[in-house]
């Protein structure tokens, strides 16, 4: 398995991972599938110094991806903190790879200036509160009943992890 950061080559197979997550009403607050084209621009703004996006790559397949988020739409007083968000290919969740895309960039923060780990998920997502949990996040908020997903009143938790300083 190789983890990499994403070319543009990657944003349509990192599309159909993510299109793969919405019908279980789970993963994201996106209910139709999205697209390459209108993902374009949002792919552009990755940073691979700041704020960059990994894919993890098993013969020659895009299986996985992970990438950090300017929190609070960057506004330089959040500079030093960023949302996490990890998605896996259907075929492959349930076997660590998952942990293995969070764990790498958790490790990575320090060299990206990354002092504050927020994870943001729906609170029926249990795989990603177990992960969260076995990585050391702390719950930090719980929004309850603030989207509707698929006819359900779902809430938003709030994680964060404190990176320690090494440097
Ligand atoms: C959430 C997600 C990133 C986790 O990655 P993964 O590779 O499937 O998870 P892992 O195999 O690393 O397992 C993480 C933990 O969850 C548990 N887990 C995994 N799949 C599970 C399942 N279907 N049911 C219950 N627990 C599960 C694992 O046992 C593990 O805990 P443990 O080490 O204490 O046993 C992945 O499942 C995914 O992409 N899901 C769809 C998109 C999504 O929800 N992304 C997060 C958006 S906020």
Known sequence: MEIRNATEE??????EIYNDSIPAGRSTADT?????TGRM????????????????????RV???VYLSSFYAGRPAYDKTAEISTYIATSHQGKGLGTQL????????????????ISMYFDHNDVTQ???DKLGFEPAGH?????????????LMISILRIPKTK
Do not use: H, Y
């Open 102 to 117: 969070k764990q790498a960039m958790i490790e990575a923060c320090p060299d990206l200036g990354v002092e504050n780990l």
């Open 32 to 36: 139709q599938p999205i697209t390459v």
């Open 10 to 15: 990657d944003l349509p197979s990192i599309i």
């Open 143 to 155: 929004l309850s009943e603030i989207a509707d997903v698929q006819g359900q009143k779902r809430g």
């Open 130 to 132: 177990r992960l969260n």
């Open 41 to 60: 621009e949002w792919f552009r703004q990755f940073d691979p110094k700041k704020r960059p996006i990994w894919v993890a790559v098993e013969d020659g």
């Open 63 to 65: 299986v996985g991806c």
